[in-house]
Each structure stands twice: as C-alpha cells, then as structure tokens.
C-alpha cells in the first residue's frame, strides 16, 4: 500500500519546524504533500514565494512534494489520492486549532485521517508570526527558518 500524506498550511514562512516536521514525516509515509493554502490569514509572503521557499527547503528530500492549493482540505486530500493529514502542534493552542479543525473536517469527510506530530522541545518556540516579526525589525533568521529561507528573506524587514 502506497502511503501518502498531505502536510497543509499557509507557511509563511516555512520555519525550521516545518521543515522538521516534512522530515519525520517523510520516514513514517512513502509520499508526503507538502500543500500551501492559497488562502488564509493575512501574512507577509505571496503564494508562489511561499511554495518557492518551501521547495527550496526540501531539495533533495526524497518522496516530498510541494503544491498550492485552495478549496477545502479535505478534497484535496482526495483530488491527490491520498489518504491523511499530517498537522505539527507546537501548543496547547495549537492542539484546541487542530482538535476543532479535525472535527469540522471529520463531518466533511469521515474517510480522512488525521496525524499530529508533537514539535520536537527545541523548536516548539518557532511560529511563522513570530519569525515575520524578528524579520520585520531586521532579526538574524539563520536559527528559526532554512537555511535557503533565511538568504532569500535577509533585508527584506522594514
Ligand atoms: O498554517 P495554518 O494557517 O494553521 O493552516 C491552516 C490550514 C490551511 C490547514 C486550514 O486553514 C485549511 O485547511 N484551510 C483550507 C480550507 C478548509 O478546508 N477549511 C475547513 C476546515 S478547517
């Protein structure tokens, strides 16, 4: 059985947790999705810089792909064929987010499965929110983001 997962978020940026996350998750599927909501929150970064960044991130990282997507989740999970979700939680906020999308998505469609991946200690701290606002103020990004994130966003704050 051909396993295959999809990883969505607004990554904006892709942090150095997500990029863990892709790894872990790359050894537990044979396929992961890394798929970027077109939509969202208000960020920083445009849709096609967000996915750019994100495949510069997982070059070389076998069995990984990163899409845009927009529409619901859940048919995107079966517009590509796969069959889960795999979500980071890095909070207690972020577990009462998922467990409240988890249950809307559930009524949308019971066939999906969900997988969450508890952040590994050292990088629990690294939000996408708080990474745009070191790099609004023309913070070192070097320890919160890839390393090809990091040169493409430096002077880029205000
Ligand atoms: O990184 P984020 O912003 O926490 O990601 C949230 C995301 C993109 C996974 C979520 O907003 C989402 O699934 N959006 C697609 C629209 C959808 O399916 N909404 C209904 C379920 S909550």
Not at 103 to 110: E, S
Not at 116 to 139: E, K
Not at 146 to 157: D, I, K, N
Request: glycine letters at 10%; zero cysteines.
């Amino acid at each position: 059985m051909h396993r295959h997962v999809l990883y969505p978020g607004s990554f904006d940026p892709v942090t150095l947790g997500h990029l863990d996350l892709v790894e872990r998750a790359s050894r537990l599927f044979d396929q992961v999705t890394v798929v970027v909501a077109a939509s969202g929150k208000a960020g920083l970064l445009g849709l096609e810089e967000r996915v750019d960044l994100f495949r510069a991130a997982v070059t070389g990282l076998p069995g990984v792909d990163v899409e845009p997507f927009s529409g619901l989740l859940v048919e995107e999970v079966r517009r590509r064929g796969a069959t889960a979700v795999v979500r980071g939680i890095r909070t207690p906020g972020d577990y009462e987010h998922e467990w409240t999308m988890a249950g809307v998505n559930a009524l949308l469609a019971a066939d999906v499965e969900y997988v969450y991946l508890l952040a590994r200690p050292h990088l629990a701290a690294i939000s996408s929110t708080l990474v745009r606002d070191v790099m609004r103020h023309g913070g070192a990004l070097e320890r919160l983001v890839p390393e090809p994130v990091a040169r493409a966003l430096a002077g880029r704050g205000a």
